[in-house]
C-alpha cells in the first residue's frame, strides 16, 4: 500500500531533549516536506527536499533541522525543542515538486514539550 | 503572494450537494487550484486540481471561473464521512494552505 508513515504518532517531552520524528514513503518519490498545524494558524511549512542531499527552507524553518540522505526517508530534528514547538507535524510527499503532482500527508505526530 | 478566500464553515445536509466556494483573485496564470481535505485526526488528503477547465473525478467536481479568480468545489451527494475541512490552494512554486472551510454534513 502505498503511504506515507510517521514515528512516532504521539510524543511528550521536555525541554531541551533532543528528539527526531521520523517520515518514510514508498512511493519512490523525490519531493518531500514538513508542515506544523497549530488552531488558528494552519498548515505552515518547515522545511522541503526535491531530492536527496537537497533541502530548503519553508516558512517556518527556526528550531528544525532536516536531512535526506536516501529517496525515502526525510527526518525532522529538534535540537533544542522548546514549548512554543509543542505542535501537531504532518510530513508529505510528491513524486516531485510541480504545480500538478498530488501530496501525499502522513497521519500526523502530536508534539508536546513540556 | 497569491491567496484563497473561503468561507469559515458551512453546513450541508445528508445526500445533497455541496458547493464550497473560494476566491483567488491574485491568482497568477502558472497556479494550479487544488483541493485537499483533512479528515478529523487525519493528514489532509487530495480532492482535486485543475487550471482552467473544470474537473471532474471519483470524489469531487472543481468548477473554475473563466476569469480564474474563483472556483468551486461541488460535492454532488454529501455524506457523513464528507464531514472534514476542505482547503483551497493556489500551486505553482509553492503549496500554501489556508484556513479553509469546515464543512459540517447533518443527517
Known amino acids: 500500500e502505498a503511504q506515507v508513515t510517521q514515528n512516532p504518532r504521539y510524543l511528550i517531552t521536555v525541554t531541551g531533549k533532543k528528539l527526531t520524528v521520523t517520515c518514510s514513503q514508498n512511493?519512490?518519490?523525490?519531493?518531500m516536506s514538513w508542515y506544523r498545524q497549530d488552531p488558528g494558524l494552519g498548515l505552515r511549512q518547515i522545511y522541503y527536499s526535491m531530492n536527496v542531499e537537497v533541502t530548503d527552507k519553508g516558512d517556518v524553518p527556526e528550531g528544525y533541522k532536516v536531512s535526506r540522505k536516501e529517496k525515502r526517508n526525510f527526518p525532522l530534528i529538534l535540537e533544542s525543542p522548546s514549548p512554543n514547538q509543542t505542535s501537531l507535524y504532518f510530513c508529505?510527499?510528491?513524486?516531485?515538486?510541480?504545480?500538478?503532482?498530488?501530496?501525499?500527508f502522513g497521519p500526523g505526530t502530536r508534539l508536546t514539550v513540556l | 503572494d497569491a491567496k484563497t478566500t473561503q468561507p469559515n464553515s458551512m453546513e450541508s445536509n445528508e445526500e445533497e450537494p455541496v458547493h464550497l466556494p473560494c476566491n483567488h483573485s491574485t491568482i497568477s496564470g502558472t497556479d494550479y487550484i487544488h483541493w485537499y481535505r483533512q479528515l478529523p485526526s487525519q493528514g489532509p488528503e487530495y480532492v482535486i486540481h485543475?487550471?482552467?477547465s473544470n474537473v471532474n473525478n471519483r470524489m469531487a467536481s472543481l468548477a473554475i471561473a473563466e476569469d480564474r479568480k474563483s472556483s468551486t468545489l461541488i460535492l454532488h451527494r454529501a455524506t457523513l464521512r464528507d464531514a472534514a475541512v476542505y482547503y483551497c490552494?493556489?500551486?505553482?512554486?509553492?503549496?500554501?494552505f489556508g484556513a479553509g472551510t469546515r464543512l459540517t454534513v447533518k443527517p
Open positions: 512511493m519512490n518519490h523525490e519531493y
Open positions: 485543475g487550471l482552467t
Open positions: 490552494i493556489l500551486r505553482g512554486n509553492d503549496m500554501r
Open positions: 508529505a510527499s510528491s513524486l516531485s515538486g510541480l504545480e500538478t503532482d498530488t501530496q501525499y
